[in-house]
């Protein structure tokens, strides 16, 4: 398939020579092939316009209809087979390897949430049957679901060209929800965008959705972004980036006539706490672990583990020793962008030149382009907190390792993080008995709490929850990884006295989806008599 450098407007590539941009290969800095265009003002509209259109029709297809298309736009990207994955590593640099597992991580996110659809009960339907002569008043019949909110802008991500792009998990769960969307591709892989849209459009096709379910704009400035956030048909917004970027587009979303939901998942740095029992049973183990995940995808997780703290002893120095020898071996490789690298280059340098901040360990740096050097620091408690700045996150393969004198500081670290994705804790069992308040202070500042792992890595699952409290995020309720997802793109609704047959299938007696409603307080299958 040859990328053209269109827009995909409700299915049709569309094309105005605008300001254009191209991709470049971060490995060794060069201009790739394919010129693309900023998408115009009026191109940003016809595709929200259209996406309004579609949507009146698009929420009324079943939940099968829009699973098997789910399914389809899984089979399309496999379709694109090596073409999407030679495209993806020269404008990302990320392996093949790395690549192919996300591709699949993207198909199989996509058929989950289809699976989701096929069993039905995501809908929450709630039944409260009517008691007529109830005294003083009678009970009338209300029945609750969820139903979808509207279009929805979706901003790909830089760090996962696949799995938090184009066909990634807030494209996934608001197609999943009902919704229409307009997708904003990262500029960082325009080509890998393009070729994905097409592989979504060809499935709209297939399976007969309307031509404005999907869109994708692009381009390289905020303008394209913003006017999707800002325009009044668009209901709700799903973004993963920079703490500025998405407090930015949170703003912008409130300040419109209509304000509306931001589900943006932004900085975070993932403290990991390395209890005492557990440190002497397995120092060298956690040590090596933790550099393991610090340059993992050198870095551009949003889940890195940016702090580890440990109490002072041998162990920790020794601790320290091993992390060292562990990084000085490790080379890597190139970043994501240019800004991306320069934005980390900035960041460690300046935590290299703060006050009372050692250095411990550097990584060796690859030929690339945008090749940056892995770090560990090393700070007190005392430090830490007196220096705000140390708990903004360094995006990319540096971590800074916090020495706590006695347990209270370790508490004390605890209380004053604001909101991330992740904590981690290593710890056997007299140290999860010893620090039980840890846990408590730590449940109230994350998404997901790990014991003796890393955090790198969220699995896509029913269960999962990656979010957390602000500034993680900018709304703790929910996730923007598994199944839960589905919810931010839908709102409840109830029917008061309605007929049977004016009653969506998921709330009628007969229930002929057999799907789990809450009737009358008790969860159950069975239909109402
Ligand atoms: P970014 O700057 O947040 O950009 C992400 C997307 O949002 C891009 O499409 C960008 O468009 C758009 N955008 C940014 N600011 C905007 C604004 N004010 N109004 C409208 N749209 C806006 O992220 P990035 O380019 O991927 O990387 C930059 C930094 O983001 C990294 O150094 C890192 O700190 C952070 N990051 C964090 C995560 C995470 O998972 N938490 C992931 C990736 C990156 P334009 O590029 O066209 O401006």
């Not at 093949?96 to 989950?112: D, S, W």
């Not at 990584?363 to 430090?383: L, W």
Request: proline share 5%; aromatic share 6%; net charge negative.
């Amino acid at each position: 398939m040859q990328i053209t450098g269109s827009q995909i407007i409700a299915n049709k590539l569309l094309k105005s020579e605008t300001n254009s941009f191209y991709a470049k290969n971060p490995t060794n800095g060069q201009q790739l092939p394919t010129e693309f265009f900023e998408a115009t003002i009026a191109e940003i509209d016809q595709a929200v316009k259209m996406a309004e259109e579609a949507f009146v029709a698009y929420r009324k297809k079943s939940d099968q209809e829009r699973a098997d298309f789910l399914d389809r736009i899984g089979e399309e990207i496999m379709n694109l087979g090596d073409t999407l994955l030679e495209r993806c590593h020269q404008e990302t640099g990320l392996p093949m390897g790395r690549l192919q597992g996300e591709r699949g991580r993207t198909v199989n996110q996509l058929k989950l949430f289809a699976e989701l659809l096929r069993d039905g009960t995501w809908v929450d339907a709630r039944i409260d049957t009517a008691i007529p002569d109830r005294q003083p008043i009678p009970k009338p019949d209300i029945r609750q679901m969820q139903i979808a909110m509207g279009p929805v802008g979706v901003f790909g991500a830089s760090n996962f060209p696949l799995a938090f792009s184009v066909a990634g998990g807030d494209t996934a769960s608001a197609l999943a929800a009902g919704c229409t969307i307009v997708v904003k591709g990262h500029p960082a892989h325009p080509g890998t965008s393009e070729l994905v849209g097409r592989a979504i459009a060809k499935a709209v096709e297939a399976t007969g959705m309307p031509a404005g379910t999907f869109s994708l704009v692009q381009g390289q400035s905020v303008e394209v972004g913003m006017g999707i956030v800002q325009h009044p048909l668009i209901k709700a917004i799903g973004f993963t980036g920079s703490f500025r970027g998405g407090k930015a587009i949170f703003d912008a979303a409130n300040q419109r006539d209509e304000p509306i939901p931001v589900y943006a998942e932004m900085g975070s740095i993932n403290p990991v706490f390395v209890l005492p029992e557990a440190l002497q049973q397995q120092r060298d183990k956690i040590a090596e672990g933790w550099v393991g995940s610090l340059t993992l995808g050198v870095g551009q997780f949003c889940t890195n583990p940016g702090v580890l703290i440990t109490q002072e002893s041998d162990e920790s120095v020794q601790f320290l020793e091993r992390a060292k020898q562990s990084l000085s071996a490790v080379t890597t490789d190139a970043m994501l962008t240019d800004r991306i690298s320069e934005a980390y280059q900035k960041g460690a340098g300046q935590m290299e030149q703060t006050d009372n901040v050692a250095t411990v360990a550097k990584s060796q740096s690859s030929e690339a382009a945008t090749s940056a050097e892995g770090f560990i620091f090393s700070t007190s408690v005392k430090n830490f907190l007196a220096q705000p700045d140390l708990s903004e996150e360094v995006f990319g393969p540096s971590s800074l390792h916090i020495s706590a004198q006695f347990k209270a500081e370790v508490l004390e670290v605890a209380k004053n993080l604001e909101g991330h994705l992740t904590a981690t804790l290593h710890a056997t069992e007299n140290d999860l008995v010893e620090y039980a308040d840890l846990i408590a202070i730590l449940e109230r500042k994350v998404g997901r709490l790990l014991i003796n792992g890393f955090p790198t890595g969220v699995e896509v699952c029913h269960s999962m929850v990656h979010g957390g409290p602000y500034p993680a995020t900018t709304d703790s309720r929910s996730t923007s990884v598994g199944t839960l997802a589905i919810k931010r793109f839908t709102r409840p609704i109830s029917y008061q006295n309605f007929p049977q047959n004016g009653l969506p299938d998921a709330l009628k007696n007969e229930n002929p989806l057999r799907i789990f409603r809450l009737v009358n307080g008790k969860l159950t299958q069975e239909q109402i008599s």
